[in-house]
């Protein structure tokens, strides 16, 4: 069965304390992984887009990689306009679009 | 307006009522969606238009019902709602939905339901 994983479920930080999110997934085949932010009564924000083992992408504290099984979003120094529910899905290389969500990781950076 | 809009914000409902939920993406997209947000579980896909077709009904119960007129407008319709059915209703679009290809979806801000 499709899956995806997050960890921690939730995660305070100091700010410009770094850490990394994780986002364990299995799947038949992976066509890719989104990154998404998710702020309080808000829609989801889409972040990264990753497609291959190996490729990583980067938007301001933000940087996403992707391995075979995982990816991981570090972030460098947050701040606490970086507080919010990161959500991660990915997208099974098989026919139809829907993507697997997984629970997400709230992140609190305080001052 | 810009991005992807709904309406209402939030919506409080009793099980015996119909009422409609209204999405509009102004991205010129051509695909669709509607998903589940409950607390404490992943965002779930209810149904999936692309140009204007439904292409995929993720066993929702009918008593959610969907429309798409156009690639711009989304509906929801809800009657005869249980209390579970109570979560924050996103749409989201992407560029495109067909098999291959891969678009990342934008979300519009969701309909918080409450059903008494």
């Known amino acids: 069965e499709d899956q995806v994983t997050q960890s921690p479920e939730a995660l305070r930080l100091q700010e410009g304390e770094s850490s990394s999110l994780n986002c364990s997934y299995t799947?038949?085949?992976?066509?890719?992984l989104f990154w998404y932010r998710q702020d309080p009564g808000k829609g989801p924000e889409f972040l990264f887009t990753?497609?291959?083992a190996g490729e990583e992408k980067e938007k301001e504290r933000l940087k996403a990689t992707l391995t075979k099984k995982e990816s991981f979003l570090h972030i460098t120094a947050p701040k606490p306009e970086d507080s919010a529910t990161y959500l991660c899905?990915?997208?099974?290389?098989?026919?139809?679009?829907?993507?697997?969500f997984g629970k997400g990781t709230t992140l609190s950076v305080s001052s | 307006e810009t991005g992807v809009t709904q309406t209402p914000r939030h919506l409080v409902m009793g099980m015996t009522n119909k009422k409609s939920l209204k999405c509009e993406q102004h991205?010129?997209?051509?695909?669709m969606y509607w998903y589940k947000q409950s607390a404490k579980k992943p965002l779930e896909l209810m149904f999936v238009?692309?140009?204007?077709?439904?292409?995929e009904n993720n066993s929702v119960p009918s008593r959610f019902s969907p429309e798409c007129p156009n690639s711009s407008h989304l509906f929801l319709h809800l009657h005869t709602l249980q209390p579970e059915d109570s979560a924050l209703y996103l749409c989201?679009?992407?560029?495109?939905?067909?098999?291959?290809?891969?678009?990342?979806?934008?979300f519009g801000p969701g309909t918080r339901l409450t059903v008494t």
């Open positions: 989201a679009s992407s560029q495109d939905s067909s098999f291959g290809m891969l678009y990342e979806q934008y």
């Open positions: 238009y692309n140009f204007k077709e439904q292409t």
């Open positions: 991205l010129g997209h051509n695909a």
């Open positions: 990753l497609y291959s």
């Open positions: 799947v038949s085949g992976l066509r890719g």
């Open positions: 899905a990915v997208q099974p290389n098989q026919a139809g679009t829907a993507l697997i």
